[in-house]
């Protein structure tokens, strides 16, 4: 059962300690070995035991472990294997569970997970209450309202069924460097509608691949390039983009510039940019100004005259990470919305003041939230009527642009 202990290790830094779920893989995998077949076996476990976290905490509300009790966890890894895996054999993991758990291995305990029928025969909650769907879709009950709120039942469910499915990954190809085909096997790309972005249907991780290595592919969603291809004029020469989530924005612009637009990049923090900063150091980039800031006089030291495009990227609830992240919403505290809201507001309304006149200004956040998007805009088109909105979606997993995404595009009136 060299397996479930090590997945235990890994959901517990995860659960009890906050750690990511890709950075425990890595730190208990570091520790204890090399093999990749149990590394893999390790990573679905602790996976399933995170994409049911609520239905497993839900089974297990009425056996009682003291505050971050690891033999918690172990149960989780126990039933993610009896009712969904079948990697390992039921009676020996079940011995091993015993064993381990010793004097708290109560009859309760053995029912469960002796239990013949369905697991969701083990939950009794309403039918089709907000309870129900959460522990259906692992979706905290406060986000399942949310999104029914602001986007009535028939989009919320279909995004929660979303959710819990993989998203697909594409890669762009970049024109600063040489073609994918020439780097990787062709038959593991799939074109998408828009040029330069291939779908990757290949089935090992797409980092491995020699195109992604030396920079030539990076990750992007084919609507982020048709976005950009639509408002980034060829013939401008000021770009700005505050780019306090996405990485991949910053690549975006460097290959939509081939080398030859100033970009500045305003980041809040650059120790949370490694990668941007190691992209422009081993690419020898010279057209980025990349520098940290994080109220408007700082702005004014990076950019030091009107842009003709500003794209304000912020902080935001990210709910974009779901499908990719099994523990994002387990780590996720929503009394961050109104900050993040707050700063979003402030840093769109000061990044605006840079904008030329006839210049244009994008928002646009990864996540499903109307507070962060829609009341955002409203508010400040309020506030500054010299700006006109001329383009805006909020873009749903669902859709064909597989993607949680909210865009504004404004233009700035030429002020007579």
């Given at each position: ?36 077949k149990q590394a893999s076996i390790v990573s679905i476990f602790v996976g399933c035991a995170l994409r ?313 956040v990864d996540t499903l939230n109307k507070k962060e998007s829609l009341s955002v805009v409203s508010s ?37």
């Open positions: 059962m060299k397996e479930i202990v090590l997945a235990n290790q890994v959901l517990n830094e995860i659960i009890f300690e906050g750690v990511s779920f890709k950075k425990a893989l890595k730190n208990v995998f570091a520790e204890n070995y090399k093999d990749r049911h976290n609520l239905l497993f905490k839900k089974v297990l509300e009425n056996v009682k472990f003291v505050e971050k009790d690891p033999d918690e966890n172990l149960l989780f890894l126990a039933l993610a294997n009896k009712f969904f895996l079948h990697r390992l054999d039921e009676n020996q993991l079940h011995d091993f569970v015993k064993k381990q758990l010793g004097e708290k291995y109560t009859p309760e305990i053995e029912k469960i997970l002796k239990y013949d029928g369905k697991i969701n025969e083990l939950v009794d909650v309403e039918k089709d209450s907000f309870e129900s769907v959460s522990i259906r879709f692992n979706t905290p009950v406060w986000l399942v309202k949310m999104w029914k709120n602001h986007f009535g039942t028939r989009n919320s469910f279909k995004l929660l069924k979303t959710n819990i499915s993989a998203d697909k990954t594409y890669l762009r190809y970049n024109p600063c460097f040489a073609r994918p085909v020439e780097l990787d096997d062709a038959s593991l790309f799939k074109q998408s509608e828009v040029e330069n972005v291939y779908e990757y249907i290949g089935k090992e991780s797409y980092k491995r691949l020699e195109g992604y290595q030396k920079n030539a592919l990076f990750v992007l969603k084919p609507v982020i390039k048709e976005l950009f291809d639509k408002y980034i004029n060829p013939l401008s020469e000021q770009i700005s983009l505050y780019a306090n989530e996405d990485e991949y924005l910053i690549k975006e612009l460097h290959a939509q510039s081939n080398n030859k637009q100033g970009i500045n990049v305003v980041v809040s923090k650059l120790d949370e940019h490694v990668e941007s900063q190691r992209y422009i150091r081993v690419n020898k980039i010279t057209n980025i100004n990349l520098f940290e800031a994080n109220e408007i006089y700082g702005y004014k030291v990076g950019i030091t005259s009107p842009q003709d495009l500003v794209i304000v990227n912020p902080t935001s609830s990210s709910f974009n990470k779901i499908r990719s992240l099994p523990d994002y919403l387990l780590h996720f505290d929503p009394q961050n919305l109104d900050k993040y809201i707050a700063k979003q507001k402030e840093v769109l309304k000061d990044l605006s003041t840079f904008v030329n006149d006839g210049g244009i200004l994008i928002y646009m400040f088109l309020l506030n500054n009527p010299e700006f006109e909105l001329i383009d805006e979606r909020q873009i749903f997993p669902f859709e064909d642009e597989d993607v949680a995404l909210y865009y504004a595009v404004m233009k700035k009136e030429i002020q007579k």
